[in-house]
């Protein structure tokens, strides 16, 4: 296998309002989880995948692995996540094949995002050698506040994108940057990357990659799949 996916999903989803773990939680009959790896699953060549979950919830993301790639537990793997996203994605690295030339990080939250978004990724990395980030041009307008919330400037948002995943990189690189990191507030893998002076690049990200972070995003994704809401 030369490229795994790294489907990190130990995030505790406290601004979901649920009771359980964001990824764990049930959006039309499958959870977050389920429905991102369905997505990987389709890729038409085969990808290494491991799933970074919560501790407690290691027994439920195997099942559900199981479910979307029976008799696959050699390729799809589980492993505990860590307290930050930083820490997750590291312990996700470290299961990695030694075959895997590229590795793609993505948030089991951004359930709805579709496989061609998945080999897009995978076949820029390949294409360029750089980190690949898939984003959207911004639509708001931007401002610059200080801790009262008053307005010091603005931002050109012709100049902005905002990223989304999966984010791909060469293996060797990727691994390299997270030993180097020391930092873990990065919000990104390729924030991590650049700080380690990898070139990163964008391509068109998707809409519906949208990442479901409240109950708003959850219902509207209930919408997306032609759905009402339960
Ligand atoms: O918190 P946020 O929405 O930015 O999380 C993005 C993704 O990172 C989610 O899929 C979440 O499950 C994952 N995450 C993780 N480990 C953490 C925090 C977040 O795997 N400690």
New binding site residues.
């Given amino acids: 296998l030369g490229t795994a996916v790294i489907v990190?999903?130990?995030?505790s989803g406290t601004r979901l309002g649920a009771a359980l773990?964001?990824?764990f939680v049930d959006l039309a009959g499958q959870t977050l989880l389920e429905r991102s790896l369905r997505s990987i699953m389709l890729l038409p060549s085969p990808v290494q995948v491991v799933v970074?979950a919560p501790a407690d919830f290691v027994v439920d993301a195997q099942a559900i692995a199981n479910t979307v790639a029976p008799g696959l537990e050699e390729i799809v793997s589980v492993v505990v996540?860590?307290?930050?996203?930083h820490?997750?994605v590291a312990a996700g690295l470290a299961q990695v094949l030694p075959s895997v030339d590229v590795v793609l990080v993505h948030?089991?939250?951004r359930a709805l995002t579709p496989t061609t978004l998945f080999a897009d990724v995978e076949m820029a990395v390949r294409a360029t050698g750089a980190g690949i980030v898939p984003a959207l041009p911004v639509v708001d307008s931007l401002k610059q506040v200080d801790v009262t919330g008053g307005v010091l400037g603005i931002a050109d948002r012709a100049q902005l994108r905002a990223a989304q995943t999966p984010q791909g990189f060469p293996r060797s690189e990727l691994d390299a940057a997270y030993a180097a990191a020391s930092a873990s507030d990065f919000?990104d893998d390729a924030a991590v990357f650049a700080a380690q002076g990898g070139a990163v690049t964008t391509i068109p990200g998707d809409d519906v990659a949208f990442?479901i972070?409240t109950a708003w995003d959850l219902n509207r994704a209930h919408h997306v799949l032609g759905g009402i809401p339960d």
């Fill in positions: 990190v999903a130990a995030g773990p964001k990824a970074v996540g860590g307290a930050t996203r820490d997750s948030d089991a939250a919000t990442k972070t």
